[in-house]
């Protein structure tokens, strides 16, 4: 069974850092691409970062030059290092990835996180 279990979240004043994390646990042959999203109050999740095995990033144009996606493969973690917080970046931010459960596997199975609550006020 394959677990994402994310950390990091709290409350920070604007213009702050938060630093979040995701780890994946269980059995898997290989994780492909790594993803943060987030859900603000009364809005759709959206995409906010994402990150490929080979390290190419992409992120939401809201967070450019704010925040930092990053990975650890040998630790089947993803980071998201968040500067400069606004209000309008309180969320629950989740991870996502695509997961091969098996060498052979032709396809890759999708896996959330439980969500990690940010708000940033003063």
């Known amino acids: 069974q394959v677990q994402l279990v994310e950390s990091g979240g709290g409350l920070v004043q604007p213009g702050g850092s938060l630093r979040l994390s995701c780890a994946a646990s269980?059995?898997?042959?290989?994780?492909?691409?790594m993803n943060w999203y987030r859900q603000g109050p009364g809005k759709q999740r959206e995409l906010v970062a994402s990150?490929?095995?080979?390290?190419?990033?992409n992120y939401a144009d809201s967070v450019k030059g704010r925040f930092t996606i990053s990975r650890d493969n040998g630790k089947n973690t993803v980071y998201l290092q968040m500067n400069k917080l606004i209000a309008e970046d309180t969320a629950v931010y989740y991870c996502?990835?695509?997961?091969?459960?098996?060498?052979?596997?032709?396809?890759?199975?999708?896996?959330w996180g439980q969500g990690t609550q940010v708000t940033v006020s003063s």
């Open positions: 996502n990835t695509d997961i091969r459960i098996r060498p052979y596997d032709s396809g890759l199975r999708v896996y």
């Open positions: 269980g059995s898997f042959a290989s994780i492909n691409t």
């Open positions: 990150i490929t095995g080979s390290g190419r990033t």
